[in-house]
T-cell receptor, first 112, second 118 residues
Framework: KQEVTQIPAALSVPEGENLVLNCSFT??????LQWFRQDPGKGLTSLLL?????REQTSGRLNASLDKSSGRSTLYIAASQPGDSATYLC???????????FGAGTTVTVRA | ETGVTQSPTHLIKTRGQQVTLRCSSQ?????VSWYQQALGQGPQFIFQ???????GRGNFPPRFSGLQFPNYSSELNVNALELDDSALYLC?????????????????FGNGTRLTVT
């Protein structure tokens, strides 16, 4: 069974700081990993999908890295803004499986 | 492009009742998955439907059942509701080839249905 851990559970930073969100998973036989954003009481918005053959993926101020062999992914958010305040979830997908396994997420607060 | 839509947005039911939640998948998507998210936790996989058949199931009892229709919309049915069924229920759709487990289509989620069981 895939276990996903996200550290820290919560993070509060002043506007403009760079954010580093960590995700670790126990089973490295994944074929991709997605990072999602969730606003309170809302659904999940896909931010980045990084394939197992990739080391990183970038979209605007977001950059996700993947070290499959060590079971780790990191999401970097540059120059944070108050609008980045949300919960961020990572979800690896295993080969020969149909589901995403989620961590509990990191709740980010960016102070103006 | 129409995204994933779920209805209703909120629902209150009494223990022992039955509930049906609905999901319209994103245009062009053929696969629907359902997830349960308890407060403060990550989503947990319930099951997935592809070509109107269940092709994967998480650790949920049989009173959780589903359907996928020819237009790829889907329903989640829960019988004999328990207090612990209170959660946000999320539907996600994707475009899956069905021929490889290495498909890299991202999942697109709806805004969920908040179910409260009293």
């Amino acid at each position: 069974k895939q276990e996903v851990t996200q550290i820290p559970a919560a993070l509060s930073v002043p506007e403009g700081e760079n954010l580093v969100l960590n995700c670790s998973f126990t089973d490295s036989a994944i074929y991709n990993l997605q990072w999602f954003r969730q606003d309170p009481g809302k659904g999940l918005t896909s931010l980045l999908l990084i394939q197992s053959s990739q080391r990183e993926q970038t979209s605007g101020r977001l950059n996700a890295s993947l070290d499959k062999s060590s079971g780790r992914s990191t999401l970097y958010i540059a120059a944070s803004q108050p609008g980045d305040s949300a919960t961020y979830l990572c979800a690896p997908a295993l080969y020969d499986d149909y589901k995403l396994s989620f961590g509990a997420g990191t709740t980010v607060t960016v102070r103006a | 492009e129409t995204g994933v839509t779920q209805s209703p947005t909120h629902l209150i039911k009494t223990r022992g009742q039955q509930v049906t939640l609905r999901c319209s998948s994103q245009s062009g998507h053929n696969t629907v998955s359902w997830y349960q998210q308890a407060l403060g936790q990550g989503p947990q996989f319930i099951f997935q439907y592809y070509r109107e058949e269940e092709n994967g199931r998480g650790n949920f009892p049989p009173r959780f059942s589903g359907l996928q229709f020819p237009n790829y919309s889907s329903e989640l049915n829960v019988n004999a509701l328990e207090l612990d069924d209170s959660a946000l229920y999320l539907c996600a759709s994707s475009s899956w080839t069905g021929s490889s487990s290495s498909d890299n289509s991202p999942l697109h989620f709806g805004n969920g249905t908040r179910l409260t069981v009293t």
